[in-house]
């Protein structure tokens, strides 16, 4: 079964750092882009950025481009996502997802469990 | 302010049919990419339902239909069920922007 699994939630203080996870497994890491999707509490998704495990190559979306990090370390199947400083607007359910590719075109799929990170002083 | 727009909710009673749109642009669905639909159940991750514009993801029952026309798609769900209550994503791709672009979520209310 392919499936992806995140991290647990977290409860950060403003301006502390944060590195969450994201485990593939039952396909080829490498052979997929692993992408990131912030919901905020009652909102929609948003995308955030996308990383290629096999050489690590990395989008951002312009709305998170130095906001976060992505990174991913394909000896263990898994990306991160990185704040370097919270704020408390930071503060969200965090989904990885699988980008699949097939027939020239690509859609997501599977989903993580979600990461909530709450960031309050 | 989504790039692509969902009507923020939609309801019908058990067994009505109900569809969701989903308007896009000239530079995203009218430019001819795809678009994929994801259902989120309360409490739980998003999953896919519709890949590619109207193929069901494996398993999904064929109450569940997809369309895409000009700059806009449309998913559609005949014989509503309770446990059809969810939110409704569409996802397409954007050349201006360059990246994804979500819709901005319907919530289907099952009366």
Same mark, same amino acid.
């Given at each position: 079964e392919v499936q992806l699994v995140q991290s647990g939630a977290e409860v950060k203080k403003p301006g502390e750092s944060l590195k969450i996870s994201c485990k593939g497994s039952?396909? *080829?890491?490498?052979s997929n882009w692993i992408g990131w999707v912030r919901q905020m509490p009652g909102k929609g998704l948003e995308w955030m950025g996308i990383i290629?495990?096999?050489? *690590?190559?990395t989008r951002y979306s312009p709305s998170f481009q130095g906001q976060v990090t992505i990174s991913a370390d394909k000896s263990i199947s898994t990306a991160y996502l990185h704040w370097s400083s919270l704020k408390a607007s930071d503060s969200a359910m965090y989904y990885c997802v699988r980008r699949y590719y097939a027939s020239g075109t690509y859609w997501f799929d599977p989903w993580g469990q979600g990461t909530l990170v709450t960031v309050s002083s | 302010q989504s790039v692509l727009t969902q009507p923020p909710s939609v309801s019908g009673a058990p067994g009505q049919r109900v569809t969701i749109s989903c308007a896009g642009s000239s530079s995203n669905i009218g430019a001819g990419y795809d678009v994929h639909w994801y259902q989120q159940l309360p409490g739980t991750a998003p999953k896919l339902l519709?890949?590619?514009?109207?193929n069901r993801a494996?398993?999904?029952?064929?109450?569940f239909s997809g369309s895409k026309s000009g700059t806009s798609a449309s998913l559609a769900i005949t014989g509503?069920?309770?446990?059809?209550?969810a939110d409704y994503y569409c996802q397409s791709y954007d050349s201006s922007l360059s990246g994804v672009v979500f819709g901005g979520g319907t919530k289907l209310t099952v009366l």
């Open positions: 039952g396909y *080829s890491f490498t290629y495990p096999s050489d *690590s190559d | 519709i890949f590619v514009n109207n494996s398993g999904l029952p064929d109450r509503l069920q309770a446990e059809d209550e």
